[in-house]
């Protein structure tokens, strides 16, 4: 097998001083995947009761607009979910 050639000449390389170090401190994001999951839940079961009940439950008064009030719920769960690391 041949050999590899040897460098001649020296790595003089020294790099940029950098600036100093600011840390960073991480908070603890337990809390994000259980309401992620609540959120999913709410938003889910709003939107079963209202079509089990025939449009009469959880808010009469908004009609088909429940159906809206649960896509929200899922979508603060999405929302919420960028949060996750």
């Not at 999951?37 to 889910?44: D, E, S, T, V, W």
């Not at 439950?57 to 919420?80: E, K, Q, R, T």
């Amino acid at each position: 097998m041949p050999k590899s050639r040897i460098r001649k000449k020296a790595d003089d390389y020294t790099p940029p001083p950098s600036k100093k170090a600011t840390s960073i401190k991480l908070t603890n994001r337990s809390w994000v995947a259980p309401v992620m999951l609540a959120m999913f839940l709410i938003g889910l079961a709003w939107i079963v009761v209202f079509y089990v009940t025939d449009g009469k439950l959880p808010i009469d008064p908004l009609g088909n607009w429940n159906i809206v009030v649960g896509f929200g719920f899922i979508a603060a769960g999405f929302g919420v979910s960028t949060q996750w690391k």
